[in-house]
């Protein structure tokens, strides 16, 4: 079948969605942050940014087993565990998702030929309530939003948007449109009359008249899975793909290498006191920043040099690989190869390179 055809086994074929890690698989961080809220940051599911500004509410973000929806196994749950019932006008709080403008070309955005687009995607909640779905244009300033519903029971969203003929996404690796949901706002967001799927560039307007604070109680909750952007105006089956395929697209934008007393590979000392080290990785979106916790040590075969430092210097990076020295050491040999370890267990080097 071609591409958004149907085969003949009745599944809709080809690769369709834009949208990365939307069944929830990857969660490379952590599978459980607490205490969230008081600041933006990814903090459990890859590719799931949650945006928190002036708010005194607080969450746990995790990722959790699903037994009652068929064909999903895992799903993103915030729980409120403080609550703020008394809101100032530029507090938020938004689950998003960020894209390359390279990756958004088929939507043929501020063209004549703009694409509809439809995005859907699985919720459910302690109660019901009504929040707030936006796509943004940050190449343009410009937004579009709906507003969708949440009820006790496992509900798929489905909302498709108009296609903009004003202003093209850059065709390049920068951050270029946002997928949000928003969960509480304040009135710098809600002040204005909203207009649902309608473009414009007033902050005021974002956010749906009949928001539910998600901060309202910590009774509330708030389950989401199978997120799914693709062109055209109708929902089609969800695209599932493997973990591994899933995990490779992440690590374009994050990845890192655990201790576990692991051999990290091979160094040359330059110096009796210090040593260098290449490691090479999948490419990421742009050089990433780069940070270390934990002690190296390294290791000839027949001795083992322990490295009095936590923390590695003069590093040098590129997409696909670093090079940093190891210091500390005393007694290397200069032009000798080393073994590199990491120790304690909980050593980490970490690579970042989101949007």
Not at 210 to 215: G, I
Not at 219 to 238: H, K, M, N, Y
Not at 259 to 266: D, L
Not at 311 to 337: E, K, P, R, V
Request: proline share 1%.
């Amino acid at each position: 079948a071609k591409w958004g055809e149907v085969s003949t086994n009745g599944q809709v074929s080809g690769r369709r969605n834009i949208a990365i890690n939307g069944a929830m698989k990857v969660a490379q961080r952590s599978a459980s942050v607490a205490g969230l809220g008081a600041a933006t940051g990814y903090f459990t599911l890859d590719r799931y940014r949650l945006d928190c500004s002036a708010t005194a509410g607080r969450l746990t973000m995790a990722q959790v087993a699903v037994t009652d929806l068929s064909g999903f196994a895992n799903a993103m749950k915030l729980t409120c565990t403080t609550a703020d019932t008394s809101i100032a006008a530029g507090e938020i709080l938004g689950i998003r998702q960020f894209f390359e403008g390279q990756d958004v070309q088929q939507l043929k955005k501020g063209t004549s030929d703009a694409e509809k687009f439809t995005v859907s995607f699985f919720v459910k909640g302690n109660a019901n309530a009504t929040y707030t779905c936006e796509i943004s244009d940050t190449d343009n300033t410009r937004t579009i939003a709906q507003e969708f519903s949440v009820t006790s029971s496992w509900n798929r969203v489905v909302l498709t948007f108009d296609g903009d003929t004003t202003g093209v996404y850059d065709d390049d690796n920068a951050r270029s449109m946002d997928f949000s949901i928003f969960l509480h706002a304040g009135s710098s967001f809600t002040g204005g009359t909203f207009s649902s799927n309608t473009y414009h560039a007033t902050d005021n307007q974002r956010i749906g008249d009949n928001q539910t604070s998600f901060f309202d109680s910590t009774d509330r909750t708030f389950f989401f899975t199978g997120l799914q952007i693709e062109v055209g105006s109708q929902a089609t089956p969800f695209e599932h793909r493997s973990y591994g395929e899933e995990l490779a697209l992440c690590h374009r934008y994050y990845q890192s290498r655990e201790g576990k007393q692991g051999n990290w590979g091979s160094s040359v000392a330059y110096a009796t006191t210090s040593a260098q080290q290449w490691l090479t990785f999948p490419e990421m979106r742009a050089a990433p920043t780069v940070t270390f916790t934990g002690t190296l040590r390294v290791e000839d075969g027949a001795s083992t040099f322990n490295s009095g430092s936590s923390s590695f210097a003069g590093s040098s990076t590129s997409t696909q690989s670093i090079s940093y020295w190891i210091g500390g050491f005393s007694g290397l040999t200069d032009n000798n190869a080393y073994y590199v370890y990491a120790t304690p267990t909980t050593s980490q080097m970490k690579f970042d390179s989101e949007l």
